[in-house]
Every structure is written in structure tokens, then in C-alpha cells.
């Protein structure tokens, strides 16, 4: 048993990190890295500006997560809730798709995603004609294995 100072802390940081996003992005990685035969990479939270002229103006797109899992690129947006993932994303996250071309469009929502067929309906189709594969996770689909290192 851990003396209660400790324990209080753990709680207070898994819920700042969890409130930050940083628990979802973990999550992700960590059930991309166990996916993972021979390699792993992957690039943290970027903008993307899709015009040439002025990089100080505020950027088209964003993106949580670009990974690359043997060979297979993935690009990733993670939400810690679902009322994070919001209607009208779809359009951002068929632009940032169509200039960026992933193999895989993953939308990982670390809470229960009831959204989920909808979101299916609305971008497999448009998705399909960029030969985009889409996956949708929640903590359901891909539970946390309870190590503290990523595997």
C-alpha cells in the first residue's frame, strides 16, 4: 500500500493528463506500438499550412499523431472524449487526408465513441476514393494492458 500522498498524487497527474489529452495519445501509441512487428515511428502534434504565402497566419490543419507501423503510415486523431470529436471534423479530416495520403485514417477515442457508424458513414466512402483505409477505436476495442511501459 502506497502511503497517501503518493497515491494522491498519481491521481491528480492521471487526471491532469487525462484532462490534457495526454492519457489518449499514450493510449494510441501504446496499442500502435504493440501492433508493431519490426517498427515504429511517429510524429508528435504538427499544424499544416496548405498555401505557400504566410506561415505566421493560423494553420489549415492539424493533426494529433503521424506514426508509421512496418511500413503501414497512420495518420492519427485522438480525442480523450467523445464529445471532443465534434460533426463538422469530417471535412478537416478528409483535407489533411487527401494532401497527406496516409494508408490509414485512425480516429482513436479513449472514451466510449457512440458516434462511431456515423462517422464510418461519413468518410469510409470518400475515404475509399483516396484508397484511405479508416479505423475507429475506442478504449472498448483497445483496452489498456496495465504496464507502464509502452509495448
Not at 78 to 102: C, D, H, T, Y
Amino acid at each position: 500500500m502506497c502511503p497517501g500522498w503518493i497515491c494522491q498524487r498519481r491521481t491528480r497527474h492521471a487526471l491532469l493528463a487525462k484532462q490534457h489529452g495526454l492519457q489518449s495519445v499514450v493510449w494510441c501509441l501504446a496499442t500502435l506500438r504493440g501492433r508493431s512487428g519490426r517498427s515504429f515511428y511517429y510524429e508528435e502534434q504538427s499544424e499544416i499550412w496548405f498555401r505557400d504565402s504566410d506561415y505566421r497566419a493560423l494553420p489549415d490543419a492539424e493533426f494529433a499523431l503521424l506514426s508509421v507501423v512496418d511500413g503501414v503510415s497512420y495518420r492519427c486523431e485522438v480525442k480523450s472524449q467523445k464529445e471532443s470529436f465534434k460533426a463538422g471534423e469530417e471535412a478537416k479530416l478528409l483535407k489533411v487526408a487527401e494532401a497527406i495520403r496516409p494508408d490509414v485514417l485512425l480516429i482513436a477515442v479513449m472514451d466510449e465513441f457512440k458516434t462511431k457508424e456515423q462517422v464510418r458513414t461519413a468518410l469510409e466512402p470518400k475515404l475509399r476514393d483516396l484508397n484511405v483505409k479508416l479505423e475507429l477505436w475506442s478504449l472498448k476495442d483497445c483496452p489498456l494492458n496495465g504496464s507502464p511501459y509502452l509495448r
